[in-house]
């Protein structure tokens, strides 16, 4: 039985077209309609919890970039302090200069400036400084003392570190973990419109036998019927009636079977399309359209060889070998000595009010304002430094598990990416030979319903003619309700082994026109 009138259906969903009209769930919920196949995937797109879960995971891998990066913005450091002291004296010297028993002081220190980190390992540090002291020291000339330091320093890693420090690690990573979320998000997204095609399927199918229950028991009633009026007028005898209740009462108890699971079928695809409450379900009635049978052409080699190119999952396992690449030579550096090079510039500016003790010829201005200012002039004291620091660890302990330990993550990371590709290989095999069998099956289907229907025929004939019992006519009926449920099945299956090839090869999304880019920014 050839369903030509959903032709047209088919073509438009592996062509990949969209409906112009994009339904919304108050059209579904709560009503009695028709959805296309393309609908309910429109729907799956906007309410399937799944998704909208696995969609927060991209949006997450892409903070983790920005968080990850944060590692280089510079920082702003300050602080600022005040400290007393008293010191016993115990110096003639002191003593003489008028410092009394002990040495009062009173230090106020302001500082600030930036600190920060660059790619592969170089950290700087540019700071301000000032301090003020107040002191009874006799040896001191200026009270209250005001000294100012601008110092800037960088340290460059040469070996351990050197372009592969733990916050260029991280930021590497970052950028291959988003890759891995995106595909992984395109596996789910994947996954769900198979399965939103294959619920589809499964409640027309359930549908379709519904009705061919219903059409049974109306057979199995008029045979009843029949069967009644020749026992009146003596044609049978009662045990022809008896038969024919029976051939009545087990086709009732079919069709309460039957539907059961088109409700049961109609849950399933609602859980995926919309997530209904409890109550939703109940007066929500879902019609579907019906599979047709169009040959579906299919080359194994090339369906492999696009699985191998598309599929997310190999994607994604690739990504995680390049992960564990990135973490195994950040290992192998960790296992280095240390060896870091460093340079600082600093200024210094030295100012205060002479104690009426010291001597004029010291030259010092006044005020917190001339020690900066001698930054910049030629009294100013100006210094820098180079050198280099190395660590040589024995033992090594640490670093050394850690880089076996790498070794072995990025061994098993490539073979389950091979695991991946076996499995996809073998997915895409099972695929081929399911879709080929359906083909198969659907026309064997078409050919035993064809032939049952015309025994049925045949029979009922023979039963008016009084050729036949009642028994014979429900054995033969019951055949032709076989075969109708079978090719039923088959269709289902067909149009099912469809979605799962295309799956298998990672077309689906694009035959269904889905943009995977489109559909992380969507929101519920």
Same mark, same amino acid.
């Given at each position: ?83 007393? %002291?008293?010191?016993?004296?115990? %110096? ?6 008028? #410092? ?61 570190? &050197? @372009? ?29 419109? &198979? ?44 045990? %022809? ?13 079919? !069709?309460?079977?039957?539907?059961? !699971? ?15 409450? &409890? ?13 047709? &049978?169009?040959? @579906? ?16 999952? +190999? ?69 820098? %430094?180079?050198?280099? #620091? ?12 850690? @880089?076996?330990?790498?070794? +072995? ?16 290989? +073998? ?10 069998? !359906? ?55 067909? !149009? ?29």
């Amino acid at each position: 039985m050839i369903r030509s009138l959903a032709l047209l259906t088919l073509v438009s969903i592996l062509a990949g077209t969209t409906p112009a009209h994009a339904i919304s769930d108050e059209e579904v919920i709560g009503s009695d309609r028709l959805i296309t196949l393309q609908e309910a995937i429109e729907l799956a797109l906007r309410n399937n919890l799944d998704l909208q879960v696995s969609r927060t995971d991209p949006a997450l891998a892409r903070l983790g970039i920005k968080e990850s990066k944060g590692a280089f913005d510079p920082k702003f450091v300050g602080g600022a302090s005040f400290g007393h %002291s008293e010191q016993p004296v115990a %110096s003639n010297l002191q003593s003489a200069f008028g #410092s009394g028993s002990s040495i009062d002081e009173d230090t106020w220190t302001y500082n600030g400036g930036l600190q920060g980190q660059l790619p592969w390992g170089l950290t700087y540090g540019s700071m301000y400084a000032l301090n003020r002291l107040e002191t009874t020291s006799g040896f001191n000339a200026l009270d209250p003392e005001w000294r100012a330091q601008w110092k800037t320093e960088i340290t460059i890693p040469l070996l351990r570190g &050197f @372009y592969w420090s733990a916050s260029d690690l991280a930021v590497r990573r970052s950028y291959v973990l988003n890759d891995v979320s995106n595909q992984d998000f395109r596996a789910l997204l994947n996954q769900t419109v &198979f399965q939103v095609e294959a619920a589809y399927w499964d409640l027309t199918a359930a549908r379709e036998s519904e009705t061919v229950a219903e059409k049974s028991l109306k057979t199995a009633r008029a045979v009843l019927e029949q069967t009644q009026v020749q026992y009146e007028v003596g044609v049978v005898s009662k045990v %022809s009636v008896a038969q024919a209740e029976a051939g009545v009462a087990q086709r009732e108890f079919d !069709a309460i079977v039957a539907r059961n !699971a088109a409700t049961r079928g109609q849950d399933t695809l609602l859980d995926l399309i919309l997530a209904p409450d &409890f109550r939703e379900f109940t007066v929500t009635t879902v019609r579907t359209e019906e599979p047709t &049978f169009v040959v @579906y052409q299919v080359d194994a080699e090339a369906a492999i060889q696009r699985a191998f190119e598309r599929r997310p999952e +190999i994607a994604a396992a690739r990504k995680r070998v390049e992960d564990a690449d990135l973490q195994l030579k950040y290992a192998r550096n960790q296992r280095l000595p240390a060896l870091d090079t460093s340079a600082s510039y600093s200024m210094d500016g030295l100012s205060g009010d002479p104690k009426p003790s010291a001597t004029s010829s010291l030259g010092i201005s006044e005020g917190s304002h001339s020690a900066n200012d001698k930054f910049f002039r030629h009294d100013g004291a100006h210094s820098w %430094s180079v050198g280099a #620091s190395i660590e040589i660890p024995f033992g090594n302990d640490v670093a050394d598990s850690r @880089y076996s330990m790498s070794k +072995i993550m990025f061994r098993r990371a490539k073979t389950q990416l091979r695991q991946s590709e076996q499995t996809v290989t +073998i997915d895409v095999r099972v695929a081929v030979r399911e879709l080929r069998n !359906a083909i198969d099956a659907v026309k064997a289907a078409e050919r035993n319903v064809a032939a049952r229907s015309e025994s049925l025929r045949a029979e009922q004939e023979r039963l008016r003619l009084g050729d036949s019992t009642p028994r014979n006519v429900l054995e033969v009926e019951e055949d032709l309700a076989a075969a109708e449920q079978q090719e039923i099945a088959a269709l289902q299956r067909y !149009a099912v082994a469809i979605s799962a090839l295309e799956r298998a090869q990672s077309s689906l999304l694009e035959s269904r026109g889905i943009k995977v880019e489109e559909e992380l920014r969507r929101m519920p």
